[in-house]
């Protein structure tokens, strides 16, 4: 019996000690647990950091191309009008008032432009902003005065207006501001409707956390985030908008890691330019600075109180407050962020309802810049690939400075569009789907002013400028006419306008006929181009060689190849638009080969010089036939083929040019120019099939459109030393007297003047009492020695 007892009382003093064997395996397991979820964290939250570190501190966003249009450079005794100035500013977003009051605003008068210049930071140089005072008469700028320096200017640079980017994959888009730079009240307005504790918690708020919970049970669904603009920042930076509970949860440690990480100020500044405004298009815009343009045409430090409450307002929901599309829903949400503003004292009374007072005022429309320039962007990007990568033009936000003129760019648009309506309103079926294209330079620089790729003008297609390949008809012949001029002819030589017939490899007789179906037998060089003779052209092609004529094309700034046919004389060569700017640029430059650009300079974001295309140029011909073929593409204008443009132009403008129609009417061209623009016309159809119309029915009207919005300068012409002029006879091309019937003034190389004249009387001299009288025989031998 004891023995038994015994073993009982051991037992129950056993039992403890496997109760506190089983709750120090708890512990201990808690122990483990709790080191394991700390581990955990810690790798959680050096993992997060690493993450926001990567992100924040490196390239936060892939940058698109921003492309710039020249700068409108103005000078006293420059030929711009009020009128023009207006359309500039217009293009920049300037505001029409009646008292200037800051940056960016102007006001007009008959003859006098008050304007406050917002200043630009070129890459040579800051152009500050400024109060001018521009005055103008006879269609030019008389004075520019700078009322708050208090002295005349000699030369001010307007900012120049962004055309377009080259935009990243992800199709976002946004214009960088710092935080100093903001507009008064955004900063303001933006903390009081999204995150009034903002400078208070460490990057996430517990009592928003649980204002959001209980919304959320009580509707049994996520319908409120609670989330600090922090969170947000995170959420747009590195997450998606899924209102799930992992990314929530992921989005705690990261917005506690940026929080701790970075100055308040940083996230605030990141988040103006991160948080998503708007759609244009295919293209998201992200950021305060980019949004303040797209839906106000202006830069965000413009922006007055009514506009700052609109886009804070947007925030909440870019698309259910559109105002475009829902502008009574954005009114109201915006007047509520005002009142907010005036509720928390950061605005008076009187200022919240002259705020509310305002209508929204946003554009309507919804491009991104003010103007449209898909063909001439088209050319910056192809000419920019030539040099850098896809992936670094539309990511690291490079300044790209170009030649485009807006308004060349809009005269040349209009001209187009309104010139082919019209055309085929006239024509009706016969003229079918008719389309256009235009290249405009500047023929003392060479840069590309403005280039239209179609009918369309605002939209991106087919870029007929720089693809469509034409035969190019009668646009050959200043060439055939330059080599002969190289050759030893003269203006005055006599070609023969006559039947010719060549038998081709293939056994079938070629034999070119004149426009009008006649022969004009003896005519001078001179007449034969300015109408355009065929068969005068055909036959002095091949007295002096295709080799010749090949060779004067390659000068002038032809690189594809070039087929060796007769046909080449009547322009069977197909080319593009722009390939045939290039020719004619090298004529319009004195015999100056300038190749065509159209970027002027790549820059960094930042300013830093990457790329410079400076002026060149390469002497292709000699000064002297240069000024003898240009005299005769003048003649075109005077007597020729284009006279009629001079019915709607200044006969001054003494323009030099040449129509070109090829076989069949299947292509309208012209290409001429003047003291400052060169400008190439084609107009056709697509389907290649004939035009109702030559060029001077096509192509002309167009050209002389834009020229008579453009108002350019004269063509002047310099003459070589060794140019003399003679009078000559129009049908010998010999010698001849201004008395005479007939005559005309034409320059001459030195040298190569005709010896043998005409004699219409002019040498008769009446006989005196001494002097016999000349004999016809006598007058004719002294005209040979004049």
């Avoid at 207006?161 to 100093?180: F, T, V, W």
């Avoid at 003399?724 to 040298?751: A, K, V, Y």
Wanted: charged letters at 25%.
């Amino acid at each position: 019996m004891p023995k038994k007892r015994v073993q009982k009382s051991q037992s129950r003093r056993r039992q403890p000690q496997k109760r506190r064997s089983i709750t120090g395996y708890l512990l201990g397991l808690l122990l483990k647990l709790g080191l394991l979820f700390v581990v955990f964290c810690a790798v959680l939250l050096i993992y997060v950091d690493g993450q926001v570190r990567e992100k924040f501190e490196g390239k936060r966003w892939e940058l698109p191309a921003k492309v710039y249009a020249r700068p409108l450079e103005m000078y006293a005794g420059q030929g711009l009008s009020p009128e023009q100035l207006r359309q500039e500013l217009g293009l920049l977003g300037y505001r029409t008032v009646s008292s200037v009051t800051g940056p960016g605003s102007v006001e007009f008068a008959s003859a006098r432009v008050r304007v406050m210049t917002r200043g630009f930071a070129f890459p040579d140089e800051v152009e500050p902003s400024r109060r001018l005072l521009i005055e103008f008469g006879n269609g030019r700028i008389q004075r520019i005065h700078d009322e708050l320096q208090q002295q005349d200017v000699a030369l001010v640079r307007l900012e120049p207006a962004l055309i377009g980017g080259i935009y990243p994959r992800s199709n976002e888009d946004r214009d960088l501001i710092r935080l100093q730079d903001a507009p008064p009240y955004l900063k303001d307005a933006l903390l009081v409707v999204e995150d009034r504790e903002f400078y208070q918690h460490h990057g996430v708020s517990p009592k928003g956390m649980l204002r959001a919970a209980v919304v959320n049970a009580r509707a049994g669904r996520f319908v409120q985030g609670g989330s600090t603009l922090t969170q947000q920042l995170i959420k747009n930076f590195y997450l998606t908008s899924d209102r799930t509970l992992s990314r929530k949860l992921l989005e705690l440690p990261m917005a506690l890691a940026m929080d701790f990480r970075y100055d308040k100020d940083e996230i605030l500044e990141a988040y103006l330019n991160e948080v998503y405004l708007g759609q244009s298009g295919i293209r998201a815009v992200h950021g305060f600075g980019l949004a303040s343009q797209f839906y106000f045409g202006r830069p965000a430090s413009e922006l007055e109180l009514h506009q700052v409450a609109l886009l804070v307002a947007l925030v909440k929901g870019p698309s259910f407050y559109d105002p475009r599309r829902n502008p009574e829903r954005a009114q109201a949400r915006r007047d509520l962020v005002i009142n907010l503003l005036a509720e928390h004292g950061y605005i008076s009374a009187g200022e919240r309802d002259a705020a509310v007072a305002e209508p929204l005022g946003v554009r309507q429309s919804r491009r991104m810049h003010t103007g449209s320039y898909p063909a001439y962007l088209d050319l910056v990007k192809r000419q920019l690939l030539k040099e850098y990568r896809d992936e670094d033009l539309s990511t690291e936000g490079l300044l790209i400075y170009t030649s485009l003129d807006p308004l060349a760019q809009s005269h040349a648009d209009a001209s187009i569009s309104n010139v082919l309506n019209e055309l085929q309103s006239r024509h009706g079926e016969r003229a079918g789907e008719l389309q256009g294209a235009m290249v405009v330079t500047d023929p003392r620089t060479g840069e590309v002013l403005a280039l239209v790729g179609g009918k369309e003008t605002q939209f991106e297609g087919f870029n007929r400028a720089l693809d469509a390949r034409r035969a190019v008809g009668s646009l050959i012949k200043p060439a055939i006419f330059l080599a002969a001029i190289e050759q030893g002819y003269t203006l005055a030589s006599i070609v023969r306008d006559e039947p010719v017939e060549l038998r081709l490899p293939n056994g079938d007789i070629w034999s070119p006929q004149n426009f009008d179906r006649q022969s004009h037998g003896d005519v001078l060089l001179i007449t034969a181009l300015a109408r355009s003779f065929n068969q005068s052209s055909v036959n002095l092609g091949l007295e002096i060689g295709l080799s010749k004529v090949i060779d004067v094309l390659r000068r002038l700034g032809v690189e594809r190849n070039i087929q060796a046919l007769p046909s080449l004389m009547l322009g069977a060569q197909e080319m593009t638009p722009l390939e045939i700017a290039e020719v004619y640029q090298t004529l319009a430059a004195d015999g100056f080969r300038m190749p065509l650009r159209s970027i002027r300079m790549v820059t960094t974001a930042e300013g830093e010089e990457l790329s410079r295309y400076p002026f060149q140029l390469r002497q292709q011909v000699a000064a002297e036939p240069i000024y003898l073929i240009r005299h005769a593409m003048q003649e075109v204008g005077r007597s020729g083929t284009a006279r009629s443009a001079y019915q709607q132009l200044p006969s001054e403008l003494n323009f030099a040019g040449k129509t070109g129609t090829s076989n069949d009417q299947r292509d309208s061209w012209f290409a001429g120019f003047t003291g400052n623009r060169l400008a190439v016309v084609w107009v056709g159809r697509d389907d290649n099939r004939p035009l109702p119309f030559t060029s001077t029915g096509g192509a002309l009207p167009v050209w002389t459109a834009f020229m008579r919005q453009e108002k350019p300068e004269p063509l002047v012409s310099r003459r070589p030393a060794s140019i003399t002029t003679q009078w000559i006879d129009e049908r010998s091309g010999r010698l001849s007297d201004p008395i005479c019937e007939g005559s005309r003034q034409l320059p001459f190389i030195q040298g190569t003047e005709p010896v043998a004249s005409v004699d219409c009387g002019q040498f008769s001299v009446r006989p005196g009492p001494s002097a016999p009288e000349e004999t016809e025989s006598g007058g004719w031998f002294r005209n040979l020695f004049r």
